[in-house]
């Protein structure tokens, strides 16, 4: 039977070309999000995929969308933690609440839904153990001007990585975060035209095509149980993160 995975966020930009990437390996996929088009789409000539529409900010959706998987396949084997959102960079005294919470409530809480409802049903399973995947950010390590809600957000990523690595080891279960630097998708599109520097310029950045953190996923997600990598970075060769500011 071909191991399955379930990708977050994945109607479009890094969740769309990792399942689409997964699916050509001959994965079993179930592709979620909150645009059912956009995930058909992303789905299209593809009998493995399983399209399931949820919004992970929502409790009772995410436990929907795992019970229609438990349903439909008889183990899960990978969770791809994927989904996540920014706004506009600007002074933190001039960041609506309601945009840090915008940030919290998918970056932070959706993740931790996701996470809780996969670990559970890797928990019980038969055989017990799986692999959950977060979508951190190079933001985790070194922000960029601006960004409080969004840098804090994926600092919060790390730590519930690290949790899960920890509290997985009884269930055979392995955390593992890939932080991504500047792969060209909707959401980097920015950078081709210029961005803020930490030296108050705008400068354009270099960027890489989104299907090297794809191909970096489906390694991470292929390892064998006793194998994890625990944190991998893929960026552009010559983003200006190291030696950033």
């Not at 977050?8 to 592709?31: E, K, N, P």
């Not at 932070?108 to 670990?119: H, N, Q, S, V």
């Not at 520097?197 to 270099?206: I, K, L, N, W």
Request: aromatic share 4%; hydrophobic share 45%; proline share 5%.
């Amino acid at each position: 039977m071909a191991k399955s995975i379930l990708i977050t966020g994945a109607g479009s930009g890094i969740g769309r070309a990792t399942a689409r990437r997964f699916l050509d390996a001959g994965w079993r996929v179930a592709l979620t999000g909150r645009r059912e088009d956009a995930l058909h789409e992303a789905a299209a000539g593809h009998a493995a995929a399983l399209v399931i529409p949820c919004d992970v900010t929502d409790e009772a959706a995410v436990d929907a969308l795992y019970a229609r998987i438990a349903g439909e396949w008889d183990r899960l084997d990978v969770l791809f933690n994927n989904a996540g959102t920014n706004v506009a960079g600007r002074p933190i005294d001039e960041i609506p609440v309601a945009e840090w919470q915008q940030v919290c409530d998918v970056n932070i809480t959706g993740l931790f839904l996701a996470a809780r409802r996969a670990f559970g049903m890797m928990r019980h399973q038969s055989p017990q153990g799986g692999r959950i995947i977060n979508n951190g950010s190079v933001s985790s390590h070194v922000p960029r001007p601006g960004s409080a809600p969004y840098t804090m957000s994926k600092h919060a990523v790390t730590g519930l990585t690290r949790t899960l690595s920890l509290d997985g080891r009884p269930f055979d279960i392995g955390c593992g975060q890939i932080d991504v630097g500047n792969a060209l998708t909707e959401m980097a599109e920015a950078m081709t035209r210029g961005v803020p520097q930490a030296d108050g310029s705008m400068a354009v950045e270099a960027v890489m095509d989104v299907s090297c953190v794809a191909d970096s996923v489906l390694h991470m997600a292929s390892l064998p149980p006793e194998a994890n990598i625990e944190f991998m970075t893929v960026m552009a060769t010559k983003m200006p993160f190291i030696g950033r500011g």
